[in-house]
């Protein structure tokens, strides 16, 4: 199966292609752990890490994946802004780790927020990612201990005939509009960049800033409305993703366009276009989201949505200006309510024998 390099300018597990099987793992660092047990944890899953994602085992190893490959395991480690205070290196702390703002809508659970570290997992094989899971929250040991588990999954390779967009649990293609690694100002919106971005530290040269939040679809009321409804609410078509204003899945929506009757086809509050770059000074980020369904809550619905990881260079021009105006105008945000939140310093990659986050942590 698909081993995905390990090693490189930047983390695995951002560009890569969405996974069947994924993990985020939030974990605080124990009482009295400091920089030097923080950085002995990175070096222990730097190298659990690059062992696993290249189809070896690890030493004590369970044997839970034994017999299957790689299968497109990726590790991806990233610092939360707590991390700094509880290890001394505040002054090196990222601008863009300040607190994310309120929004309206939010209905936050601090227990599953946030975090000292986070580790996103994914694969293509639920014991390859669950095998990763469980080696990587061993080599923690005393230095760290879980805050949050959250555990997601996509559409499994080969279940479509055709590879194509994957579906969320409301039924919508979701990801179709996300920048492409071969758009001209792809790494400038998605890396900083060498040396650090003009608000960057040096050591997130490479990196990334990864916005999670578990948001909550609220499934028996979507699933009350007509598909054209559900369709208005978007902007685009339930089978195959393409705009209300006709073409195919990527065709561009025309936001000009309207009806006989003079009304907008895409309605202003229309998901797709409140969210798009076209209407918010062109902030984008990279949306690669893993669904989640957790059982039923106390009343029997669904305790399930989506569990939303986008990347940037940085948060304020990513994330923070769309859920601003997602916040304001959505037609989705009946159906949706964001119950987790968490924002992560995700550093640039490592060449072999160093570690992730050395440049920090040394
Ligand atoms: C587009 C669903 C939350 C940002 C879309 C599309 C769907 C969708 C179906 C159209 C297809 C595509 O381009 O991928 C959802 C659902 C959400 C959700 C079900 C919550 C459960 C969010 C959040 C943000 C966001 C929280 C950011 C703050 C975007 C962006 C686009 C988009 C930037 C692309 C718009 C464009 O470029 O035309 N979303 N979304 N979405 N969404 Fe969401």
């Given at each position: ?52 994602a290249a189809g070896r085992t690890t030493t004590d190893d369970t044997g839970i994946a ?254 923070v200006p769309v859920q601003r105006k997602l916040d304001r105008g959505d037609a989705l ?30």
């Amino acid at each position: 199966s698909t081993a995905v390099p390990f090693h490189g300018k930047h983390q695995p597990g951002i560009t890569v292609a969405p996974q069947a099987c994924g993990h985020l793992i939030a974990f605080d660092l124990a009482p009295g752990a400091d920089r030097k047990a923080a950085a002995a944890l990175l070096r222990r899953w730097t190298g659990t890490a690059e062992r696993l994602a290249a189809g070896r085992t690890t030493t004590d190893d369970t044997g839970i994946a034994l017999d299957a490959g790689p299968s497109s395991l990726t590790v991806t480690f990233g610092f939360g802004r707590t991390f700094f205070d509880r290890t001394g290196l505040e002054k090196q702390r990222p601008a863009s780790l300040d607190p994310l703002p309120d929004f309206s809508s939010d209905a936050l659970d601090a227990d599953r927020s946030n975090g000292d570290l986070w580790v996103r997992i994914g694969a293509d094989d639920a014991l390859v990612a669950f095998h990763a899971l469980r080696a990587l929250q061993k080599d923690a040991a005393d230095t760290a201990r879980v805050r949050w588990q959250m555990n997601g999954f996509n559409r499994s390779s080969g279940a479509t005939a055709e590879p194509m967009t994957t579906r969320n649990l409301m039924g919508q293609v979701d990801g179709t509009r996300n920048p492409r690694p071969e758009d001209e100002d792809f790494d400038e919106r998605i890396f900083v960049p060498d040396g650090g971005g003009a608000k960057d530290p040096a050591w997130m040269a490479g990196g990334s800033y990864a916005v999670v939040r578990r948001i909550r679809m609220l499934l028996d009321d979507w699933d009350g409305l007509s598909v054209g409804d559900q369709e208005q609410v978007i902007g685009r078509r339930k089978s195959d993703g393409s705009p209300l204003t006709g073409g195919s899945e990527t065709t561009l929506p025309d936001l000009e366009a309207r009806d006989a009757d003079g009304r907008p086809v895409i309605a202003a509050n229309a998901h797709a276009r409140v969210a798009a770059p076209e209407t918010n000074g062109g902030a984008a980020m990279l949306r690669r989201p893993f669904s989640f369904h957790d059982g039923y809550d106390e009343k029997g619905a669904p305790d399930a949505g989506l569990l939303f990881i986008c990347w940037q260079a940085d948060p304020l021009r990513g994330f923070v200006p769309v859920q601003r105006k997602l916040d304001r105008g959505d037609a989705l945000s009946a159906f949706i309510r964001h119950e987790a939140s968490g924002l992560y310093a995700v550093p640039g990659g490592c060449a072999p024998g160093e570690y992730v986050g050395q440049r920090l942590l040394e």
